[in-house]
């Protein structure tokens, strides 16, 4: 299972998705439970993987160092803004199995939104951690400045990190124009880095895309359950009060609370009951449990995504007949399509 362990509410940025640092009465700006409790559930579960959160989680070196020493768990990683990688001694580094990086894309359209000089350490620091043996990961957040395929080709062309994924602004902001967006650059933005993850796959390499791999991998493996991202059933958010939650992000609210350290519940039928009888059930899974409950954009604007993510879907799937030829034809490995994002943290439904 995946445990996000929240280190702090506090960050050291204030990007325009999410305005920054959680209220101190919220999300405590210091873990306020005894650790001991940490251990206990996490050394539980044989096949734990756990990942700091945030806040921005190395705004709490200590706490990170106090848990690896102490707690066992099989995998080890975080999701970082990547500015204060070096607060952690690269001892704990060389431990790390993977980092999650913030980084929008293209260095112009990373700093508009994440502040000025942003790109340039973050791209440094996915650098220094790649050599230390840390597999990185682009943790992108799309909007209406990006060009999805510019911003994913420029990523990958770096060097510095081994996967990419994103997530589309449509749960922080106010609405914008989407789906006029969606269908003008988005989708068919899509559609050219299919042909790329194609042609890529043609001559034997998997291009480790994320929001590809994931529906790929979903096809010919473990269908999901719920959301891809596990929230509620594989994977649970430990906040710096104890709580349980079944999402990182809702911190407030009460629907998310699962329980505490000291007793908590997964949920018994993650698939939301709106998403049961849709024919992408097994690869979206209800796409975000937090977008499900809360709906900010309303009925209207939770459609219009809902249809985005659908034709999302059909784009990629519409590809697995020749997936399967290349399979049959050896060019490609079945095993090495094989994905699961409990592992990594990453978001398979954008």
């Known amino acids: ?96 199995n993977v980092a999650l990086l913030s980084i929008d894309g293209r260095e112009e359209v990373t700093d508009k939104h994440r502040g000025k000089g942003v790109y340039k350490i973050v791209v440094k620091h996915a650098s220094y951690l790649k050599k230390l043996g840390v597999e990185t990961i682009a943790r992108m957040a799309v909007t209406q400045d990006a060009d999805i395929y510019e911003e994913v080709m420029h990523l990958l ?31 068919p933005g899509i559609r050219r880095l299919v042909d790329y993850f194609m042609s890529e796959m043609r001559r034997g390499k998997i291009v480790k895309i994320v929001p590809f791999l994931g529906v790929i991998s979903a096809h010919f493996f473990k269908r999901y359950r719920g959301v891809a991202c596990g929230a509620g059933y594989d994977s649970v958010s430990i906040s710096t009060d104890g709580r349980v939650l079944s999402c990182p992000i809702a911190v407030r609210e009460k629907w998310a609370e699962l329980g505490t350290l000291d007793s908590f519940k997964l949920l018994e039928e993650p698939l939301p009951k709106e998403c049961r009888n849709c024919e992408f059930k097994d690869y979206c899974g209800g796409r975000c449990l937090y977008t499900i409950h809360e709906r900010y954009w309303g009925e209207e604007g939770f459609k219009v995504v809902d249809d985005v993510t659908k034709e999302y879907l059909r784009i990629v799937l519409s590809r697995v007949d020749e997936i399967k030829e290349l399979i049959k034809e050896g060019v490609i490995r079945l095993e090495d399509l094989r994905y699961d994002p409990t592992e990594d943290s990453t978001e398979v439904i954008p």
């Open 1 to 96: 299972m995946l445990w996000l362990v929240l280190t702090t509410g506090k960050c050291n940025l204030t990007c325009d998705y999410c305005g920054g640092s959680f209220p101190k009465e919220i999300v405590p700006w210091g873990v306020k439970y005894d650790i001991n409790k940490l251990k206990v559930n996490i050394e539980r579960d044989p096949n734990a993987t756990v990942i700091f959160y945030g806040g921005e989680p190395l705004m709490n070196p200590k706490f990170i160092i106090q848990v690896m020493d102490n707690v066992r768990a099989k995998r080890w990683g975080i999701q970082t803004n990547g500015i204060a990688v070096r607060l952690l001694p690269e001892i704990y580094w060389r431990r790390m």
């Open 157 to 187: 062309s770096l060097g510095v990190f081994d996967k990419v994924h994103w997530q589309l602004n449509v749960i922080w902001s106010e609405r914008w124009d989407f789906e006029r967006w969606a269908y003008s650059s988005y989708l």
